[in-house]
């Protein structure tokens, strides 16, 4: 890891008890605030994710900003996975365990196409219920996910496991 890329996710902070008591979590907005450190995590997302990638499937909300700096830089369009009640033309709906509840998302109709491969780009790496989600919603379009990009992986919490024998590619783990 470059010095630069470094202190680009040493801008990342925490946050104790959100969204509620006994959650540690981390803030990306300093580093999306910084344009030389969010320069520098696209760079290293874009070098994870690879070149035999068609598309970026993106989370809501924070999956948003990072995919769709990506996908600018390299090229490629996003599918934007929503919560739901978001969107008027639904391909598929999962509903998932999360770190403190559950919740549900969706993927917009026509967004992943068969065939296409597929990289799921997010912020953190938790339990990897969002994840998962994602990855079973790209899937039933028919499409192939080739790998899991997140800037922060929280390991203790087990999200890779979750996901099998998708590549998973985290900038940091902690």
Known sequence: MSDELGKALDLITEIPDFPEP????????PLFGDPDAFRHV???LGEAVGENVDRLAAVEARGF????????ARGLGVALVR?????PNV???VD??????????ELPLGSVHAGERVAIVDDVLATGGTVAATAELVTSAGAEVTGVTVVLELADLGGRARL??????????V
């Open 164 to 173: 099998g024998s998708v590549p998973v590619h985290a900038l940091r783990t």
């Open 42 to 44: 696209i760079d290293a």
């Open 22 to 29: 006994g959650v540690l979590f981390r803030d990306l907005t």
């Open 83 to 87: 919560k739901p009640g978001k969107l």
């Open 65 to 72: 900003v990072l995919a769709a700096a990506l996908g600018y």
């Open 91 to 93: 391909a598929g709906r």
């Open 96 to 105: 998932y365990a999360l770190e403190y509840g559950t919740a549900t998302l």
